[in-house]
């Protein structure tokens, strides 16, 4: 089958789906985004995590045909002409990108998670990152990239009022 949609604002297609595809096999290898990554594959570590007409989904477990006409971004489509999105640049100055392999997921997870509470407090964070798995280390580099993300768009915020 025949499966278009938009991916970071682009239309896409991709020729001879199978039924049985899943978003994330059409996104890394048909569509050439790789930034989201291919663990476990039962949407236990959240490493595949992009949106879903705006909401964050682990594309391993969206078929392909149920992206039909709709909208997916993935953690390539969070910066913009501009540069890196302020999570993303977070991330690297708090030096929470550790082997790499979960921060898309976390990422989009965040940059999601700020969106909605811009000053989220431990516990929002927690919670809102409780489905991504980091095998590395701990998460106090990554709660600190959260935390610097949120105060540097508040300071953003608060300058252009």
């Known amino acids: 089958m025949r499966v278009t949609f938009t991916a970071n604002g682009k239309p896409v297609e991709a020729d001879d789906v199978w039924e049985g595809e899943s978003l994330l096999y059409v996104l890394r290898e048909r569509v050439g985004l790789p930034g989201s990554k291919n663990a476990c594959e039962q949407g236990e570590c959240g490493s595949c995590t992009v949106y879903l007409d705006g909401t964050p989904v682990c594309s391993c477990l969206v078929a392909a045909g149920q992206v039909q006409g709709r909208e997916v971004r993935t953690v390539e489509g969070l910066a913009d002409e501009n540069g890196l999105d302020p999570v ?74």
């Open 88 to 161: 993303q640049q977070a991330f690297i100055d708090a030096g929470a990108v550790q082997c790499g392999f979960c921060t898309p997921g976390l990422l989009v997870q965040t940059h999601d998670l700020l969106e909605r509470e811009p000053q989220p407090s431990d516990t929002d964070i927690r919670e809102a990152l409780s489905g991504n798995l980091c095998r590395c280390t701990g998460y106090e580099k990554i709660m600190d990239a959260v935390r610097l993300a949120s105060a540097r768009q508040c300071q953003k915020a608060g300058a252009s009022e």
